[in-house]
């Protein structure tokens, strides 16, 4: 089974026009049956927001929940709110459970620093994150190429599949030593996870420009594009029972319609007919 969603879901005002971000999810759900929470990465979600995006969720619908950056590494120097790892990952299952109550929880997403380098001391790094997420699904998505370097490719793949860490795939643009190449392949019977970030070379590296976040995903995929990954996909749901496959190309609202567009190519539709359609309902909104 191949399942298509986006990051976020408050953002996508192709989606809601001016509904208010209260009915957001509702209506997302409407369109797409998972979404990868992001929100999460900056500060563990209350209890309280977490039942109620399981309760505006239709039946079958699944998260993909980000860890929080004091989780991965990435706060360097800046405010933990919690004191020590066992209340951080505490309140993060505490946020989770009423996901997984429900059914809802695919997996959680440990999206791991460009520094974050393929190490002995990191490699234990993983296993004690893997200890304390118990018997959570978890994905593994590494920004550093040295993990998938020609000496420790297949070591890597192992290790993942050793140790359950469900294999996050990504599309992103080859830039350096922080970004890495699609690797399509699963390490989990269950579950491989699919991420797209668009092909923005020149915004990848744009730190220096105060909005480098929104240029770094300023991407819309063509239909050549699209139908690569529709082939993938479909070698991938071979060898793994659910692929989810998520767009964060979101800066200029390229998501949904390469979205619609991969789905309906999952259906059979003709690439070039597929992309055009969802360009016609969504055009570009930024050059």
Known sequence: MIRIGLTGFGDHEELYGKLKSGE???????????????????????VKNTT?????????????????QGMTGHLRGKKNYFDDEETMYKAFHEAIAPMREAGKLAAALFQYPPWFDCTRQNVDL???????????????????????SPEFKEK??????????????????QAGEGSIPIVPVATTADMTYV???GRNEGG???????????????????AEELAEWRDRL?????????VYVVFNNNSAGDATPNAKALM????????????????????????
């Open 156 to 173: 890597t793949i192992a290790f993942m599949k050793k140790e359950n860490w469900i294999h996050t795939i990504v599309d992103e643009p």
């Open 24 to 46: 957001r999810l509702r209506e997302y759900g409407k369109h797409f049956d998972v979404v990868e929470i992001d929100s999460s990465f900056y500060a563990v979600p209350s």
């Open 195 to 197: 991420r797209l970030h």
């Open 204 to 222: 990848w590296h744009a730190s220096g420009n105060p909005e480098w976040r929104k240029m770094r995903y300023l991407y819309r995929y063509d």
């Open 126 to 148: 993983l296993r004690r994150t893997k200890a304390y997420m118990g018997d959570v699904p978890c994905a593994l998505e590494l920004r550093n190429r040295s993990w998938y």
């Open 52 to 68: 109620k995006w399981t309760a505006d969720t239709p039946d079958g619908f699944k998260f993909v929940v980000k860890a929080y």
């Open 264 to 287: 309906d190519m999952l259906a059979g539709a003709d690439p070039e007919e597929a992309a055009a359609q969802a360009d016609e309902r969504y055009p570009v909104s930024v050059s």
């Open 234 to 242: 479909l070698a991938l749901d071979k060898e793994t029972d659910t």
